[in-house]
């Protein structure tokens, strides 16, 4: 499976954060680090596996067992948002 930015979601940037915005439910989420990251990556269609493989070369120090377990968390909590969408 893939996801990708919902198309409705606000974004704002300061500096190294994201602002997200679903306007729909009002839910607001700040990202930062590596949830920017994936957030910018999510602009097309992404899996979750090469989620994690490009968070571990932006972040080489990282754990590959942490950065697995942040991005399914992360990815879940944006799809009950409805800040990103699944996509084929």
């Not at 954060?17 to 949830?35: C, H, I, K, Q, Y």
């Not at 269609?45 to 950065?67: K, M, N, W």
Request: aromatic share 6%; hydrophobic share 50%.
């Amino acid at each position: 499976m893939c996801y990708m930015q919902n198309q409705e979601t606000v974004i704002r940037r300061v500096d190294d954060s994201v602002f997200l915005v679903n306007p729909a439910t009002d839910a607001m989420f700040l990202l930062d680090g590596a949830g920017s990251v994936l957030w910018l990556a999510l602009a097309e269609p992404l899996a979750a596996e090469d989620a994690v493989r490009l968070l571990l070369i932006a972040f080489p120090e990282a754990d590959s067992g942490t950065v697995s377990h942040d991005v399914d968390a992360l990815i879940r909590e944006l799809l009950d948002h409805q800040l990103i969408v699944e996509v084929q």
